[in-house]
């Protein structure tokens, strides 16, 4: 069973900056789609940003210019850079893999901007 393990979420003050990490547990074969999402409490989940085998990666408009989602996918694994933090970005952030016939999920890792 694979797994997809984060880490590097935590407690910041507005402004500061975290860096998540996801990697998997063991190979996987064929991931083509690595993404990161977010569920704030009452809210639904959302596609942060992603970043495709083929070199495409996209960033929710919210988050453009503070955000940098950047992969290894030699090695199955994804990072997101958050710089600029702001209060409306305390959520549970999920990595998420594909491959064309298999989805993945972390287990979530809380990220919680305030003073």
């Known amino acids: 069973q694979v797994q997809l393990v984060e880490s590097g979420g935590g407690l910041v003050q507005p402004g500061g900056s975290l860096r998540l990490s996801c990697a998997a547990s063991?190979?996987?074969?064929?991931?083509?789609?690595m993404g990161w999402y977010r569920q704030a409490p009452g809210k639904e989940r959302e596609l942060v940003a992603f970043?495709?085998?083929?070199?495409?990666?996209n960033h929710v408009d919210s988050v453009k210019g503070r955000y940098t989602i950047s992969e290894n996918f030699a090695n199955y694994a994804v990072y997101l850079r958050m710089n600029s933090l702001k209060p409306e970005d305390t959520a549970v952030y999920y990595c998420?893999?594909?491959?064309?016939?298999?989805?993945?999920w972390g287990q979530g890792t809380q990220v919680t901007v305030s003073s």
């Open positions: 998420h893999f594909r491959t064309s016939s298999m989805s993945y």
């Open positions: 063991r190979y996987i074969y064929g991931v083509n789609f």
């Open positions: 970043i495709t085998r083929a070199g495409t990666s």
